[in-house]
Structures are given as structure tokens and as C-alpha cells.
Nanobody
Framework: QVQLVESGGGLVQPGGSLRLSCAASGGTFTTYAITWFRQAPGKEREFVAAVNWSGGTYYADSLKGRFTISRENAKNTVYMQMNSLKPEDTAVYYC????????????????WGQGTQVTVSA
């Protein structure tokens, strides 16, 4: 059983930056792919970025160049640096885990954090 805890969300002005963290416990962290999803009010949960068990990274096409995902296995933590934030980035951000490979379908993930709110507003 893997437990995930997100942190780092908050209120930021357009153009600002935030770094989200996803801390994992339980399981063997190095065998898990960790993915960030987000869900805005009235919208479906969407894939944002992911890192697989060996460190390979994946991004939603619309976010490439603004978001950077990384993992620090020694701390059982995945980070997502978000730069040049826009109001349309406002959402609850969730991290999720599954063994080894990244997929973009949220239904394929076994473990989820509780989410962290990101609000981009002037």
C-alpha cells in the first residue's frame, strides 16, 4: 500500500511560479511511476506530467516548457516545478502512483493523494 501526500499549492499571480511536492510512503518507491493530474471545477481530471520508475519524464503537450517534473528517490518524493502560471492552470492538483510505466488514463492508477489547490489569480 502506497500513501501519497501533496503539498506546495497556493495562490499565485499570473506569471508566477510554484513547486508542488508529492511525498510517498509504503511500497518500493523506485518501482513506481508518479503522475500529476489536475482537475478544474466542472472539468474532467487531466494528465499534466509524469515520471516513470527509471526517471523518464512525460508532459501534456500544452504544458511543455512551463512545467518540469523530477523525482528524488532518496526522499521518496516527486516534484513539479510550475513556471509562467496562467489563470487556466487553476485546479486541484493530484499525484498518483502505479507500478513502473506511465499511462495518461487516471483510471489506471491505484494510489492517489488528497490533492492540493493551485489558484492563479491577480
Amino acid at each position: 500500500q502506497v500513501q501519497l501526500v501533496e503539498s506546495g499549492g497556493g495562490l499565485v499571480q499570473p506569471g508566477g511560479s510554484l513547486r508542488l511536492s508529492c511525498a510517498a510512503s509504503g511500497g518500493t518507491f523506485t518501482t513506481y511511476a508518479i503522475t500529476w493530474f489536475r482537475q478544474a471545477p466542472g472539468k474532467e481530471r487531466e494528465f499534466v506530467a509524469a515520471v516513470n520508475w527509471s526517471g523518464g519524464t512525460y508532459y501534456a503537450d500544452s504544458l511543455k516548457g512551463r512545467f518540469t517534473i523530477s523525482r528524488e528517490n532518496a526522499k521518496n518524493t516527486v516534484y513539479m516545478q510550475m513556471n509562467s502560471l496562467k489563470p487556466e492552470d487553476t485546479a486541484v492538483y493530484y499525484c498518483a502512483a502505479r507500478r513502473f510505466a506511465v499511462v495518461e488514463n487516471p483510471s489506471q492508477y491505484n494510489y492517489w493523494g488528497q490533492g492540493t489547490q493551485v489558484t492563479v489569480s491577480a
